[in-house]
């Protein structure tokens, strides 16, 4: 499992030290990784993996989204995901049902800062939000307002976060 990690965080500080490659270079990256894993036969980073349900509130695209859903599955994270434009109360519901170490989402626009606070304060005690978009590079503040518990860059600062909740 050492040796897992090992190259899961190598890979991240990689990105983090230089920046991120193409989405074909992250396909292949997670390919890669998906590889030693199974070689290793590894169900991921962790002995008892987290979970996490993943959604966007106003992406209809979901690239973000995808890629953090991809490293996620490779790391061992099992997931639930909710895909694309859901409501507050379908996000809440589905982390009152699965009870989620992680709730993963994407958010693109400030008008959604009201429907983040409204699921943070709905959410199981024990469910942490980790986010990623555009709103949080550019309103620092957004985070606290809303309730997220990390806002990650990128896939390397996800990772790394991550591979700290690993040790």
């Known amino acids: ?19 991120l490659p193409s989405r074909q270079g992250l396909d292949r990256a997670a390919m890669g990784l998906e590889r030693l894993r199974e070689r290793l036969k590894l169900s991921g980073i962790w002995e008892d993996a987290p979970s996490m349900v993943t959604a966007t509130l106003d992406d209809g695209l979901g690239q973000g989204l995808a890629v953090i859903e991809r490293y996620a599955a490779v790391i061992g994270i099992r997931l639930f995901s909710l895909g694309l434009m859901r409501s507050p109360e379908a996000v809440v519901d589905a982390c ?10 994407t958010i693109l626009q400030f008008d959604t800062e009201d429907d983040l606070a409204a699921i943070a304060r709905a959410l199981p005690q024990k469910t942490r939000i980790v986010a990623g978009g555009p ?9 606290r307002r809303t309730g997220t518990h990390y806002a990650a860059r990128n896939v390397a600062h996800f ?3 991550m591979l700290d909740r690993a040790c």
């Open 1 to 19: 499992m050492q040796l897992f990690r090992e190259a899961v965080s190598s890979l991240s500080e990689q990105w983090l030290a230089t920046s």
């Open 96 to 105: 009152r049902l699965h009870q989620p170490d992680y709730l993963g989402m």
């Open 159 to 161: 990772l790394d976060f």
């Open 135 to 143: 709103v949080f590079g550019a309103d620092p503040d957004f985070a």
